[in-house]
């Protein structure tokens, strides 16, 4: 046999699954045990040592689908963050980090270094100039995140880790937007790939989990502090995170497919003043997104020219407003009322965020419905709007 890899879905479904030796079902059998022999055996195991039957059987599998050597499974997409970047950082260090970043990695940051003596600053645009401009001394992480939250800005993965491996510093990415479907940057050279596996790789908006792939150096790295910390995830969740990841190649692809013929339809509709989508050849970072994304994504962002926003929400039967993304369900939201609302107006403004802004997670339905569902709320804010003139 010349065929040496395993593709997506075939790592998706297969890659780390654990054999049921005692009874040949088909799926990994679920070891809930917290307390495990210590004598006569290979590995010491406890749930917050990482290293459960399970939770070792789903790093790998998710190892395998960002190209990585290790992995680690958290408790959330945030304790992976804070894990990981703690682990790089200590007193009198500096970390710069990309401007737009998940509102609640932005608070950890402006919230919590200060009380660790950790410095840090944010690059003035997604340049790696900016990036190197913000490089000091004592610097040793640079921090990014793309598509970004939610205008969905791109940044340059290769460009950035470049810079990282050119001045010596650990490059961090936060990969949850594009999800190991649409894009592996430690291919473009990053040290350290972070998710919030409540978004994608869940993908049903029911699991509240977090992941970081890098090398086994990096990930032994990390995981000296996570036992520390113990923000390891559940093994009944893990299961049922391995058990999502199965179908997340599929469902991620019909994400891209519904996102990229939505986008063009409300990019074509004169009720829309302004669509933001990496695959719409108008978006700033389009082109950029060709080259180091396999597919643009399920999340764009919107705004409508004449008609209220939050009125139109409303009359959405489909599509639900919510919270959170990525799940197989189609839902909106308004960035300035809620992951941006502590923001004051001139913040947002400046980061290019209207009142007016509506992000869109688009989910597996038949795109058609989703088109219809638009068009019936559009009509009635629209009546709304002649019914007040009247
Ligand atoms: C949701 C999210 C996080 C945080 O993940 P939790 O699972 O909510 O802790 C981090 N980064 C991005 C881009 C996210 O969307």
Request: aromatic share 8%; glycine share 6%.
């Amino acid at each position: 046999m010349t065929h040496k890899k395993p593709g997506l879905n075939t790592i998706c479904t297969h890659v780390g699954e654990l054999k049921d030796e005692q009874f040949k079902g088909a799926v990994s059998p679920l070891y809930m045990s917290t307390s495990y022999a210590y004598e006569d055996v290979e590995v010491k195991r406890y749930p917050r040592y990482f290293n459960t039957p399970n939770q070792q059987a789903l790093a790998q599998k998710i190892a395998a689908l960002e190209h990585g050597e290790a992995a680690l499974i958290f408790g959330s997409g945030m304790a992976a963050v804070s894990t990981s970047l703690f682990a790089f950082l200590q007193k009198g260090d500096h970390v710069v980090l990309q401007k737009t970043l998940y509102g609640g990695t932005s608070n950890l940051v402006v919230e919590e270094f200060e009380k660790f003596g950790i410095e840090y600053s944010f690059a003035k645009d997604l340049s790696a100039e900016a990036f190197e401009h913000e490089i000091l001394e004592n610097t040793k992480v640079i921090y990014i995140e793309t598509p970004s939250n939610p205008l969905l800005t791109v940044t340059d993965i290769e460009a950035v880790a470049k810079l990282a491996k050119k001045r010596g510093l650990v490059s961090m990415i936060d990969n949850t937007f594009a999800s190991p479907v649409n894009q592996n940057p430690i291919d473009f050279g990053i040290d350290v790939v972070i998710h919030s596996a409540t978004k994608y790789m869940g993908g049903h908006s029911d699991i509240l989990a977090g992941a970081v792939i890098s090398s086994e150096e990096k990930i032994d790295r990390i995981f000296q502090l996570a036992k520390n910390f113990g923000g390891s995830l559940s093994d009944y969740t893990v299961w049922l995170l391995e058990r999502s990841l199965k179908t997340m190649g599929l469902r991620v692809k019909a994400q891209n497919e519904n996102a990229q013929k939505l986008a063009e339809y409300l990019e074509k509709n004169e009720l829309v003043q302004k669509v933001y989508y990496p695959g719409l050849a108008s978006h700033d970072g389009h082109e950029l997104a060709k080259k180091q994304m396999h597919g643009f994504g399920g999340m764009l962002s919107f705004e409508l020219k004449d008609l209220d926003s939050q009125a139109f929400m409303t009359y959405l039967k489909l599509i639900k407003p919510s919270m959170s993304l990525a799940g197989v369900e189609s839902t909106i939201l308004s960035p300035a009322k809620t992951s941006h609302a502590l923001l004051t107006p001139e913040d947002r403004a400046a980061q290019g965020i209207s009142d007016k802004l509506m992000r869109f997670s688009v989910g597996i339905e038949e795109p058609e419905d989703l088109i219809a569902d638009i068009e019936q709320a559009l009509e009635e804010t629209k009546k709304d709007m002649l019914d007040v003139r009247l």
